[in-house]
Structures are given as structure tokens and as C-alpha cells.
């Protein structure tokens, strides 16, 4: 069962704990609505959630999505922060959108004291960020993925769906007949994450269908090898 998964590896990686407060991100994908639900499901251990929302007001739908949230989370009863994006004429649209999101996250917990910031990256975005860092660099330990469990802000940062695929997170909302909003601009080709999703990743799935596992088992050996390199030179 996809909810005691989530709870082990929670359990195993001291993910967090009972008395945990937990900040979900929630965009309104398929993603982050598996998430929330799923956390809404482990509240019955004793942690605490709520969820924060970025409106980047990018799409004609930002505004929908929003209001949906809103209601989701006062029908539950959780507490939903929310804070919109003015896009900036220039510059880094995606890097800027990302340091303000996280900005905003960080703020959050420390005015309300979260103690874990909970965001929704799977196997696929974890492929994705592995070969965007392996294309722009040559260096080994900058081409590390995504990190299962990482310090931030007054806490901690954890994905603990990082093991699980898009199919299997897709089947989890179906099941479940949760609503999502789908973002039409993952579709596009022209942002490179998107081209390696669209172009590259299938071809890597239909080569060896555990190569996505493998490319979180190289993240995680490139984090122990750092590490050691770190204490070796500490020593």
C-alpha cells in the first residue's frame, strides 16, 4: 500500500516524526495532490500539516488553481498559505520562480514553526535533474540528484516520493479520483527539461525499466562518497 511506503521510508530515513509539523508544497499537479493526500492520510500518526502555495500567475488557469486549493484545504481543515508571483520582465524566468518559491517556503515555517518542508519530486524528475547537471558539467559531485533528506530553514527538506515513478503516482490519483490540474506548458520542447522527459527518458525506460532506480542509487553513492571525501579531509 502506497500510504505504509511512504510511512517506511519516513520511518527509515528520519523523514520525520510524530510530532512532526509538516509543510506540504503543493502546486495542484498530480504530484503534489498524491502528496497532500497521502499526508492527509498519515495525520492519524500525529503529525501536523499545512500546505503552502506559490500562484506564479504564468497561466491563464494560476488563478482557478488557487481557489481550489483554498477551498481544498478549508474543507479539511489544514491551514493553506499562499503568496503570488509578480514575473519579472527579464531574466531566469524558471530559476527566479524557484528562488522565490523556496524564499516563501523558508518564511512559512519559521513565522508557524514547521519543522519539515515536504515537496513532491519523483524518479522522472530525479532522471531529469541528474542528466540536465551531467550535461552542463563534467564534474562528478555536481551531477548528484535531488537529496531524499536535507537541512533547510529552521528544518529539514524531504521528497519521499523519490522512490516511486510517475506511472505509479498517476494510478495512486486515479484510484483515489483525486482532482489535479495538469500544466500545459510541461509539454512544451522548448525548456531542456522538458526535451529530456519527452525525448529522453522513454528511450532510457524502454532500454532497462530499473535505469530510472539506478539513476537514484548513483545520486545516492555520489552523496556517500562526498561525505567520506568531506570527513577524510576533516580528519
Known sequence: M??????????????????????IAVSTGVDSMVLLHLLQELTSTGIAIGVAHVNHQLREVSM????????????????????????PIKGNIESLARTFRYDFFKKIMEKHDYDVLVTAHHQEDQVETMLMKMVRTGDLFASQGI?????FASGRLVRPLLFFSKEQIRQYAKEHAL???????????????????HQILPVLKNENKQSFPHFQQLSEQIQEVGDWLGEQQQS
Open 64 to 87: 482557478e488553481e488557487e481557489a481550489f486549493l483554498a477551498d481544498y484545504c478549508e474543507k479539511i481543515q489544514i491551514p493553506f498559505y499562499m503568496k503570488r508571483w509578480q514575473v
Open 179 to 197: 482532482i489535479y490540474f495538469e500544466d500545459e506548458t510541461n509539454q512544451t520542447l522548448q525548456y531542456q527539461r522538458n526535451r529530456l522527459r
Open 147 to 151: 537529496v531524499l533528506n536535507q537541512p
Open 2 to 23: 502506497f500510504v505504509n511506503q511512504v510511512q517506511k521510508i519516513a520511518i527509515d530515513n528520519h523523514l520525520w516524526h510524530n510530532e512532526s509539523r509538516v509543510l
